[in-house]
C-alpha cells in the first residue's frame, strides 16, 4: 500500500511538475505580451502628443490668417468707401494719373530726372538727388544748379520723406 501511495505521490508530482511549468510558460507569453502592449502604448502617447501640438501650432497660424483676412477686408471697405467718395467728388482715372505723375516728377530729381531727390542745399532750399549734388562737389562746381547760389558741402544735408 505505501508502494502505491508512493506511486500515486510521483504520479501527482509529475502532474504538478507539468502544469507548474505550462503555467510559467503561459505566464512568459502573458508578460510578453503585456510588455508589446506597454510599448505600443507609450508610442501612442507620444503620437498623440505630436498631434496634439502639431494641432496648436495649426491653430495659432489659422487664427493669424483669420486676423490677416478680417484686416484686409478691413482695409478693402475703407478703400471702396474712398473709391466711392472720389467717384461722387468726380474726375476721372485720367486725370488723378496726371496728379500722380506731377507729384512723382516734384520728387524726382531736376538735374538726372532719373533718382529721387534726397538732400538739400541749405542756403536756397534746392532739392536734388546724394549723387548729383556729390558729382558737383568732386567737380568743384559749387553753385547750386537750380539758381546759380555758391554752396559749401557743410550746406548739404540729407532729407527724410
Known amino acids: 500500500q505505501q508502494a502505491n501511495e508512493l506511486l500515486r505521490a510521483r504520479e501527482e508530482s509529475a ?16 508578460e510578453a505580451t503585456s510588455r508589446d ?3 505600443a502604448l507609450e508610442a501612442s502617447q507620444r503620437q498623440a502628443a505630436a498631434l496634439s501640438s502639431r494641432s496648436q501650432e495649426d491653430t495659432a497660424v489659422v487664427s493669424g ?3 490677416r483676412v478680417r484686416l484686409c477686408e478691413e482695409q478693402i471697405a475703407g478703400l471702396k468707401k474712398r473709391n ?10 485720367d486725370e488723378f ?33 546724394q549723387e548729383c549734388i556729390t558729382i558737383s562737389l568732386d567737380n568743384r562746381h559749387r553753385k547750386c544748379p537750380g539758381c546759380g547760389m555758391a554752396f559749401a558741402a557743410t550746406d548739404v544735408h540729407t532729407v527724410f520723406f
Do not use: W
Open 84 to 93: 466711392e467718395k472720389l467717384l461722387q467728388v468726380g474726375g476721372s482715372s
Open 37 to 39: 502592449h506597454r510599448e
Open 65 to 67: 490668417a483669420e486676423r
Open 97 to 129: 494719373k496726371e496728379e500722380i505723375d506731377a507729384y512723382k516728377s516734384m520728387l524726382r530729381c531736376s538735374i538726372c530726372n532719373d533718382r529721387p531727390k534726397g538732400v538739400v542745399i541749405t542756403r536756397c532750399y534746392h532739392m536734388f538727388c
Open 15 to 30: 502532474a504538478l511538475t507539468m502544469r507548474m511549468d505550462e503555467q510559467t510558460r503561459t505566464l512568459r507569453a502573458l
